[in-house]
């Protein structure tokens, strides 16, 4: 009885320590992809403002 219960102690362990890497990874994966906006919308704007400031005419 007590081997099984360390057994499914380990296993509980196990278990929130996956949990918790996958949470940790989702939450890694949506600060890429906020990134990745926040530097698209950079380049687009250094772009535009790039543009206005040369006077071809």
């Known amino acids: 009885m ?5 057994t499914m102690r380990e296993l509980s362990a ?3 320590l996956h949990l918790y890497a996958r949470s940790l990874s989702g939450r890694t994966g949506t600060g890429i992809r906020v990134a990745a906006f926040y530097g698209a ?17």
Do not use: D, K, N, Y
């Open 2 to 6: 007590g081997r099984w219960r360390s």
């Open 14 to 16: 196990e278990a929130r």
């Open 41 to 57: 919308f950079a380049i687009i704007a250094a772009v535009v403002f790039g543009t206005l400031s040369v006077h071809p005419f």
